[in-house]
Every structure is written in structure tokens, then in C-alpha cells.
């Protein structure tokens, strides 16, 4: 990755903050004063990430029920067939399939759109520190990160910036956030 190119975390936004002093008759006055600070990502909040992640299950759910539907067809195929093929292996095959399919679902959903199916609902998308979609390393990352226990709980603080966002550094925006950084990245590339 280009080391010259500015990071979200580097951004810096102008802002108008209160202050107060006294003036030369001991009042008490209030002004305002213009300061730049490090501008904050809008995460999506935790309401949303939690129905993100309600809706992806119902989705995954029922697409890895298919596929043990579909297995279950294959294993009476050979059965009828009389092929000499133990439903044991199919049962291991299954349950490998069952443990990766959550993490590659994750994967294939992320990589080819920047979006799972309940950020589709929401029009939110995953971005990386430069504000582009992430590398496919960091999306493995990313989907791994989510089998950690009890992850889903760690996009409850105000910021909704979960470990697997934290951990494979990336954010999750809406749409509206993501053309904000966009265009503040442009605009401040050369500070």
C-alpha cells in the first residue's frame, strides 16, 4: 500500500468550540473561536450493526440450509445408487463446510460488494484506513476476527467500532459517510 497516501485517521476538520473570559469589568463573555481537530469516523451505530448481523444470519442460515438439503440429496443418490460411500463422510464434509461457512460467506459478500445482506438494507458499506474497499487479506482478516467469542458484543460502545473492524483495520459506514471521507481525503491529499 502507498505510504504517502493519507490515512482516515488523518483528516482534520475545522470546528467552532465556546469559550468565555472576562473582559476588562470582570463580566464574564462568551465568543466563539474556529480550531481544527482530527476529524472522527461516523461508524454505524450498534442498533444497525445488530440488525446487520440478524439479518446476515437469517440470510446464512437459510443458504447453508440449502446446502444440507442438497447434501442430504446427494447421500440418498448414493444410497439408491448402492455405491459403497459411508454417509459418515458426508456428515464430515457437511460439518467442515457448516464451520467454514460463516467466516467464507462473510468473505465472498465483502469482497464483491463491500457489503453483507443486511448492509445492503441499510445502504452501508466496509471500507479500509485510506477509504477504499479492503484488501482481500484484510477481509479474510476481517471474516476470521468474527469467530473470536463474543465479538458481536464488542459493536456496543458508542463508536460501534468492533474488534473485527479494530483488529483488520476497517470501518463500517453509510453511504453518506463514505462520500464525505472521500471528499475530504481529496481535498486534503497535498496537506
Given at each position: 500500500?502507498?505510504?504517502?497516501?493519507?490515512?482516515?485517521?488523518?483528516?482534520?476538520?475545522?470546528?467552532?468550540?465556546?469559550?468565555?473570559?472576562?473582559?476588562?469589568?470582570?463580566?464574564?463573555?462568551?465568543?466563539?473561536?474556529?480550531?481544527?481537530?482530527?476529524?472522527?469516523?461516523?461508524?454505524?451505530?450498534?442498533?444497525?450493526?445488530?440488525?446487520?448481523?440478524?439479518?446476515?444470519?437469517?440470510?446464512?442460515?437459510?443458504?447453508?440450509?440449502?446446502?444440507?438439503?442438497?447434501?442430504?440429496?446427494?447421500?440418498?443418490?448414493?444410497?439408491?445408487?448402492?455405491?459403497?460411500?459411508?454417509?459418515?463422510?458426508?456428515?464430515?464434509?457437511?460439518?467442515?463446510?457448516?464451520?467454514?461457512?460463516?467466516?467464507?460467506?462473510?468473505?465472498?459478500?465483502?469482497?464483491?460488494?463491500?457489503?453483507?445482506?443486511?448492509?445492503?438494507?441499510?445502504?452501508?458499506?466496509?471500507?479500509?484506513?485510506?477509504?477504499?474497499?479492503?484488501?482481500?487479506?484484510?477481509?479474510?482478516?476481517?471474516?476470521?476476527?468474527?469467530?473470536?467469542?463474543?465479538?458481536?458484543?464488542?459493536?456496543t460502545d458508542d463508536y460501534s467500532y468492533g474488534w473485527h473492524d479494530k483488529w483488520s483495520e476497517t470501518y463500517v459506514v453509510t453511504k453518506s459517510e463514505y462520500l464525505k471521507i472521500k471528499k475530504m481525503l481529496e481535498e486534503q491529499q497535498d496537506d
Amino acid at each position: 500500500m502507498n505510504t504517502n497516501r493519507k490515512k482516515i485517521s488523518e483528516l482534520k476538520e475545522e470546528r467552532t468550540r465556546t469559550i468565555y473570559y472576562r473582559d476588562d469589568y470582570g463580566n464574564r463573555v462568551r465568543d466563539t473561536e474556529d480550531i481544527v481537530v482530527n476529524y472522527k469516523v461516523k461508524t454505524v451505530k450498534p442498533g444497525p450493526r445488530f440488525g446487520h448481523y440478524f439479518i446476515d444470519l437469517i440470510f446464512f442460515q437459510f443458504l447453508i440450509l440449502t446446502i444440507q438439503f442438497l447434501f442430504a440429496l446427494v447421500a440418498l443418490v448414493f444410497k439408491e445408487l448402492n455405491l459403497n460411500f459411508s454417509s459418515l463422510v458426508l456428515d464430515y464434509i457437511m460439518l467442515i463446510f457448516v464451520l467454514l461457512a460463516y467466516p467464507l460467506m462473510y468473505f465472498i459478500c465483502e469482497a464483491f460488494w463491500q457489503k453483507t445482506p443486511g448492509k445492503f438494507l441499510t445502504n452501508t458499506l466496509v471500507i479500509d484506513e485510506y477509504g477504499d474497499a479492503p484488501s482481500k487479506k484484510k477481509i479474510v482478516a476481517r471474516s476470521l476476527f468474527r469467530l473470536v467469542p463474543f465479538e458481536p458484543f464488542s459493536c456496543t460502545d458508542d463508536y460501534s467500532y468492533g474488534w473485527h473492524d479494530k483488529w483488520s483495520e476497517t470501518y463500517v459506514v453509510t453511504k453518506s459517510e463514505y462520500l464525505k471521507i472521500k471528499k475530504m481525503l481529496e481535498e486534503q491529499q497535498d496537506d
